[in-house]
């Protein structure tokens, strides 16, 4: 199974180019262009590597790192940015970064490092660490929300992407109304169990044959609900 790398950096030309040696090296990359999408893209799934600019549109790299690091102590972190001031890279390390290089930078060594830090990674090995997910004729990418099966490809909504992601982590499993409204509803929202099965009965139509017959979205009356791969 590839590593997967998320690249933050708001540098187009840049970005392409790294991310063509990174994928070149046999990774799979992610890459967002600001700090918000960043976090956003970092939240559904867990990447073997972050490589991180310091100067980005919205949030810059610091409180990106910050907030990963709020969540995540263990997937390594490479700041890759212009600024070569001794107290940024003093300032990086403390938020909990593991590596910092400075531009311009020499790519053979750039590359050794990300090596060495993808191989720190303890995430482990499954499907769904990947951005993408497949199970039968369906796919679902969950950097992009976008998902396909039928013949057909939908966006879906941040919402649906949290509810399958939770289904699909604990595969065979019932997982009960109850979950369900801790991981994915703030406390002042008080969805009916109506508005749980509608998001079932959504996904039965994305990726079911046949909704009447579903094969791996389940309602479990008055338990929950269940995905079967």
């Given at each position: 199974?590839?590593?997967?790398?998320?690249?933050?950096?708001?540098?187009e030309?840049?970005?392409?180019?790294?991310?063509?040696?990174?994928e070149?090296?046999?990774?799979?990359?992610?890459?967002?262009?600001?700090?918000v999408?960043?976090?956003e893209?970092?939240?559904?799934?867990k990447?073997?590597?972050?490589?991180?600019?310091?100067?980005l549109?919205?949030?810059?790299?610091?409180?990106?790192?910050?907030a990963?690091?709020r969540?995540?102590?263990?997937?390594?972190?490479?700041?890759?940015?212009?600024?070569?001031?001794?107290?940024?890279k003093?300032?990086?390390?403390k938020?909990?970064?593991?590596?910092?290089?400075?531009?311009?930078f020499?790519?053979?060594?750039?590359?050794?490092?990300?090596?060495?830090?993808?191989?720190?990674?303890?995430?482990?090995?499954?499907?769904?660490d990947?951005?993408?997910?497949?199970?039968?004729?369906?796919?679902?990418?969950?950097a992009?929300?976008?998902a396909?099966?039928?013949?057909?490809?939908?966006?879906?909504?941040?919402?649906?992407?949290?509810?399958l992601?939770?289904?699909?982590?604990?595969?065979?499993?019932?997982?009960?109304?109850d979950?369900?409204?801790?991981?994915?509803?703030?406390?002042?929202?008080?969805?009916?169990?109506?508005?749980?099965?509608?998001?079932?009965?959504?996904?039965?139509k994305?990726?079911?044959?046949?909704?009447?017959?579903?094969?791996h979205f389940?309602s479990?009356r008055?338990?929950?609900?269940?995905?079967?791969k």
């Amino acid at each position: 199974m590839k590593k997967s790398i998320l690249l933050v950096e708001d540098e187009e030309n840049l970005l392409k180019t790294i991310r063509m040696n990174l994928e070149l090296e046999g990774f799979e990359v992610i890459s967002a262009i600001d700090g918000v999408s960043a976090v956003e893209i970092w939240q559904p799934f867990k990447f073997d590597l972050i490589i991180l600019d310091v100067m980005l549109p919205g949030i810059d790299g610091f409180a990106v790192c910050d907030a990963i690091r709020r969540k995540d102590m263990e997937v390594p972190i490479l700041f890759l940015t212009a600024k070569s001031q001794g107290e940024d890279k003093i300032r990086g390390l403390k938020l909990g970064a593991d590596d910092y290089l400075t531009k311009p930078f020499h790519l053979e060594e750039f590359l050794l490092r990300v090596h060495n830090l993808a191989k720190r990674s303890k995430r482990q090995e499954s499907q769904l660490d990947s951005p993408r997910y497949q199970f039968g004729d369906n796919n679902i990418d969950f950097a992009t929300f976008e998902a396909s099966g039928k013949g057909k490809s939908w966006q879906l909504s941040k919402r649906e992407i949290d509810f399958l992601k939770l289904l699909i982590e604990r595969e065979g499993q019932v997982v009960s109304r109850d979950v369900i409204l801790e991981e994915l509803w703030k406390d002042d929202e008080q969805p009916t169990a109506r508005a749980i099965d509608n998001y079932i009965l959504n996904f039965r139509k994305y990726f079911e044959d046949n909704a009447r017959e579903p094969r791996h979205f389940f309602s479990i009356r008055g338990v929950g609900y269940k995905f079967v791969k």
